[in-house]
C-alpha cells in the first residue's frame, strides 16, 4: 500500500530547497564580487630586492626553442629584470612558481643560435631556462650543484653549459658527444672549445687536440700528420693542401654534416670522397648545399643529374654558329644583356633557347628546334605574376631528367632566391597549352637570417 506525504513534509521539504537555493545564489554573488588578476599580471609580493643582472651591447633575437617558445626582439636587456621577496621570485613580471626564494641565483644568458638568449637560473633544486619574451620557465635537467655556463670571446654570449655528467650546445641542450666535463673548456682568448682529448666545433668532435691542430670550419680539423671531419680521420688528405670552401649552411652549426673541402684533384663533401668531381673547376653556388664544376651541379655533395649535353649563353656555342641561326632567332645577334640568351642541346640534336621577351615584362620564351633547326614548339613563363615578383635569369634552364626540364626564376629578396618550374617536355609537344607548373617542394636556401 502506498504511502502519502503529509502536508507537513511537503512544506519542510519545500523549505530546504529554497533555503539551499538561496545559499547558492548568494556564495555566487559573493565569488563574482571579487575581481579577477590579470593573467599577465604578477601578483604584489611587497618589497622586492635585485638579484643580478647580465648586459652585453649586442642585440638579440629570441627564438622558438623545440617549436614552444615565441621569437623577440631585445636589446642589451634581454635577461635583466630578476627580483625577489622572501616567497618568490620574479622574472620582469612574471613569477617563476618553482624557485626557492632563499636560494635561487641567476646564472646567464645561455647562447641558443644568432643573436638568440635563453635566460639561465637555477636554486637548490632545480635550473631553469626563462624565454625572456613571454616568461615561460623551463627546467633543464642538469645538476643545480655542478652546472657551469662555459665562458667564450664574449662572456655572456656562450653556447655551452655542462655539470658534473656531461656538456651540452645551446639552448635545447644537445649533448656534446663523448666530452669530458671535468676538463672541457671554452678558451676567453682563442675562443678554442676542447677538453683533454679533443676539440670541438658546436656540438662535434672535430680534431685531437694536440699542439699542432686548427680548426678549418664546417667541422673539419687538421694536425701536422691528418685532416679530420667530426673526429673521423679522412683517408690521404693532405694538411698541407687541404682546404674548407663551406657550403652546407649560413652558420656550421646549423650544418648537419658539414660543407665541401678541396685537396688538390679531390673534393669533399661531409667528410667524404665525391668520386669524380674536379677540384680545378670545383665552386660553390651560393646556394646553401649546392656546388658546382665542369661536370655539372652538386647537391649536399651528389651530382644532380643532367641529361643535356650542354648549356650556355653564348651564342657562338650554338651548332653551326650565329650566322646559321639569325634568320630563325633574330635574338643571337642582339645584346644579351637585353635578351638574356641562353640554349641547351639535347643528346638527340634537339635544342631549347631560352630569350627574355621584348615587351619589357619579366618573362622568357622557350623555343624547341629539331636537329634541323625547324620550330617544334613555343611556350613562355612569367617570373611575375599575382604570386611572386621575380626577375628572369639569364640562366633559367636548370637541367633536364627525363621529360622534365627544370626552370627558375630570381625572387627580388635578400637571398636572391629561386622559384623552381617544371617545363613538361610530353605535353610541350603534344601542343597543349599548360605545360609549366610551379614546383612547390623545392626550397632555395642562401644561408641569409638577417
Known sequence: MKKSISNYQHTV??????????????LAAVFLSFPAT?????????????????????ERV?????GEWQASVYGSTACVGYTRDDQRVLFKEWVIEAADANSFEEIGELYTGLYDVICVSRDKNAVFAINPHDGVVHVLDLDPKTVELLDGDVADRTG?????????????????????????????TTNVVADSAWIYECEKRVVPNQESAIVLGDFYGKTKTAVYHAGRKIPGANPETFTVIGGDGIMHC????????????????????????????FERTGRVGYAR???????????????????STDPALLPGGVSAWLPIVPEVGMSMLNTLFEFCTMADGRILIGVKDKSGLEQKTYRLFDAKKNLVATTSLSCNDQDSYGLVLHESIQNLQGTRIKLACQIEDACASRDFYQLDLTKFLSGSTEV????????????YRG
Open 160 to 188: 655551452y653549459i655542462k655539470d658534473k655528467n656531461g656538456v651540452y650546445f645551446r639552448g635545447w641542450l644537445e649533448p656534446v658527444l663523448g666530452a669530458d666535463p671535468v676538463t672541457f673548456q671554452v678558451s676567453s
Open 293 to 311: 664544376d665542369k661536370n655539372g651541379e652538386y647537391a649536399h655533395g651528389v651530382l644532380v643529374r643532367n641529361d643535356f649535353k650542354r648549356c
Open 62 to 66: 629570441v627564438p622558438p626553442v623545440q
Open 38 to 58: 590579470p593573467r599577465s599580471q604578477a601578483p604584489s609580493l611587497g618589497a622586492v630586492v635585485s638579484v643580478g643582472t647580465t648586459t652585453s651591447d649586442v
Open 436 to 447: 609549366i607548373a610551379p614546383i612547390k617542394d623545392e626550397h632555395y636556401d642562401c644561408g
Open 13 to 26: 521539504i519545500i523549505s530546504a530547497i529554497c533555503f539551499f537555493t538561496m545559499v547558492v545564489f548568494v
Open 254 to 281: 646549423e650544418s648537419q654534416t658539414g660543407g665541401y673541402a678541396i685537396d688538390g684533384d679531390d673534393v669533399y663533401f661531409g667528410g667524404k670522397l665525391i668520386v669524380g668531381a674536379d677540384g680545378a673547376t
